[in-house]
């Protein structure tokens, strides 16, 4: 599933439905700030055309627009006195980007309770190596569970742990090797086995890196999150508001967020996946101590 399309599921399970806004300026032949209406922003991302006495404006040529600000910035020489300024768009509570950014927060709070496993072919080895990287191929790296070497594709995988010792060490993301001459050739077969956290996507074109069966409490814990962010929203609002014995508003919102922080810290601990065993190699005497 694509960010994109997880965005849009998201939008309508909290009611953060596309609203279609017009807003009218007219010049003075002075200004080049102009801000939009409360409740015309944010301004979701590719979806307005701003023009001047008709004319479309390119934007970052002509103008600047902080989509969740609101404000529009005129980049060269502000309109006339008297030109018609129009702004035609789709206004959302949260961007595409901040969508984005909460899906991918809470992916990073699964933290290493939910993983994928990998097999990794790609490396080789360099004659008289004592430490092989895996930041380049596996940068989520999180544990490796088998370690193996081979001279040809016709041969089969034997463990390093019989010719010598090694580790893997998550704080650099590196296998240490405990004996130079365990490797006397350079271009070596390896297969290495492991565990890694997801890849976090950049684009809502992006794939989402999280299994099917977890995107349940992926789910939970953006709308969770999204409820959070409109907290801002409303609190000027209840500043002005008042002293009521009902909730005000940010209380709902409060409450709301609570509820779904619950269900997702319910559900992450009912289907958190258990590792897979390995097997743990004896310190073999004479292998070295990577």
């Known amino acids: ?3 994109a399309t997880f965005i849009t599921q998201l939008r309508n399970q909290v009611g953060d439905t596309k609203r279609r806004i017009h807003v009218d300026f007219v ?28 004319t479309t404006q390119t934007e970052n040529t002509n103008y600047t ?17 008297g030109q018609a300024l129009t702004f035609d768009g789709v206004a959302v509570y949260l961007t ?9 927060d809470t992916i990073k709070s699964l933290g290493d309770d939910f993983w994928k496993e ?29 370690f193996q ?31 130079r001459d365990a490797f006397t050739l350079t271009g070596e077969l390896l297969r290495i086995r492991g565990l890694k956290t997801y890849t976090l996507g950049t684009a809502t074109s992006d794939t989402i ?18 409820w959070r962010w ?29 509820r779904f922080d619950r269900l997702y810290e319910t559900e992450k601990a009912k289907l958190k996946p258990a590792k897979p065993a390995r097997i743990i190699p004896p310190y073999k005497s004479g292998g070295g101590r990577p």
Request: charged letters at 20%; aromatic letters at 10%.
């Open 209 to 226: 890196d999280v299994q099917d069966k977890f995107l349940t409490i992926v789910e939970y814990g953006c709308i969770a999150r999204y």
């Open 1 to 3: 599933m694509t960010y």
């Open 118 to 146: 990998f097999i990794d072919t790609a490396h080789t080895a360099t004659a008289n190596m004592l430490s092989l990287s895996l930041v380049a191929l596996q940068v989520n790296c999180i544990a490796v569970y088998e």
């Open 149 to 179: 070497r081979r001279t040809s594709t016709t041969a089969d995988w034997l463990g390093v742990e019989e010719e010598c010792n090694w580790r893997y060490d998550r704080d650099n993301n590196i296998i240490y090797i405990g004996i």
């Open 96 to 104: 595409d980007a901040n969508w984005l950014q909460i899906i991918n």
């Open 230 to 258: 409109r907290y801002k929203s409303v609190v000027e609002l209840v500043s002005k508001m008042s002293l009521e014995s009902s909730r005000t508003p940010l209380q709902e919102l409060i409450m709301l967020s609570d």
């Open 27 to 54: 010049g003075d032949g002075s200004t080049t700030v102009f801000q939009l209406p409360t409740d015309t922003f944010p301004v979701l991302e590719d979806s307005y055309l701003f023009k001047v006495a008709g």
């Open 65 to 81: 627009l902080d989509k969740n600000a609101g404000t529009l910035v005129f980049v060269t020489t502000a309109p006339t006195n």
